[in-house]
């Protein structure tokens, strides 16, 4: 992948494995995709769950000789390909030759992939005149990165636009419960699933959605009102699990305490929605209480473990 364009076909095809390993128990087997395939690929920062494509992975591999063969240019490798290629040492003569043959030629495609999304060769790599080095817009302590150029691509071909994705422990899980379509006994049926009722069983009085599940049914009402006391927060009830999310990232002026409001409520709702799968597939009644233990331990391991980056002070 980082020395030939990967080609259409066989990017579907692995694209097709990868959605099948996802949501599938089994390969042959047909499935339900809760998610679209654009919402898996596109970046965390604009709400998506952050996989990549294929094929902006591969483009960023082959965007990366462009800058290995300006750094490395003593390396042997770097001199092989300049004699076989009678590059005349202008700096884009090497990607601009329209007669480059054998694996360069594979390498010399991406800068028309790049330029598809609006990305110039010279944000690859580009001479620093005045200090007499390589520079890139890519780079990280003067390594290419992969990665920085994989996700400018994702933004510029794939926007969820649903604000980012703020915590990653059930990321997937996650981003359907904030879009209010976890697969809920409404859901199932929506999708030609049959379902003995439709009916919230924690409750009786209300059709089993999303949103009740996580919100407004009287167990996750019981729950919520006992983790917003916990926290210290009054606030009048929320309806929506959306709403909910936005109320915590605005809830401070601390970006940290917000950060910290937000794990704890995608915490909650990951709780509450086990708690209601328990009920329904194990046959176990979960109270009210015992959820909120559960949030509480889950929260102590979580801030115990989860990245120094991402923790608040
Ligand atoms: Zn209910």
């Not at 004699?83 to 991406?110: M, Q, R």
């Not at 944000?123 to 080095?133: A, D, M, P, T, Y």
């Not at 419960?177 to 409404?186: D, E, W």
């Amino acid at each position: 992948m980082s020395i030939f364009v990967v080609p259409t076909g066989m990017i579907d095809a692995l694209e097709r494995i990868t959605l099948k390993f996802i949501w599938s128990k089994e390969y042959d087997k047909k499935s339900i995709y809760w998610v679209a395939w654009e919402n898996l690929i596109s970046p965390r920062s604009v709400g998506g769950i952050g996989f990549g494509s294929i094929k902006s992975l591969n483009i960023s591999l082959l965007a990366k000789w462009m800058w290995r063969l300006k750094t490395d240019s003593s390396a042997l490798w770097a001199k092989v390909i300049w004699c076989i290629h009678k590059l005349d040492g202008k700096h884009w003569s090497v990607f601009a030759n329209g007669s480059n043959n054998g694996v360069w030629k594979n390498i010399v495609k991406t800068r028309t992939f790049l330029k598809n999304f609006n990305i110039e060769p010279k944000e690859i790599v580009s001479r620093n005149s005045l200090e007499g080095r390589w520079e890139s817009e890519f780079t990280s302590d003067n390594h290419f990165m992969v990665c920085f150029l994989r996700e400018r691509i994702e933004l510029s071909s794939h926007m969820v636009n649903d604000g980012p994705l703020d915590w990653d422990s059930h990321p997937i899980y996650d981003m359907l419960a904030k879009q209010g379509r976890i697969p809920s006994a409404v859901a199932l049926c929506q999708r030609g699933i049959t379902i003995p009722s439709t009916i919230c069983g924690a409750c009786n009085q209300e059709e089993e959605r999303s949103d009740h599940i996580l919100i407004t049914c009287t167990m996750a009402r019981m729950v919520m009102d006992n983790i917003l006391n916990w926290c210290e927060i009054n606030c009048e009830r929320f309806s929506l699990v959306k709403d909910m999310l936005l109320f915590a990232s605005r809830w401070s002026e601390c970006s940290k305490k917000n950060s910290l409001l937000n794990m704890i409520l995608y915490g909650m709702l990951w709780c509450i929605w086990d708690g209601r799968n328990k009920r329904v597939f194990e046959g176990i009644p979960m109270r009210s209480e015992t959820i909120v233990e559960r949030i509480k331990a889950q929260m102590f391991t979580w801030c115990k473990y989860r990245p120094s980056h991402n923790k608040a002070d």
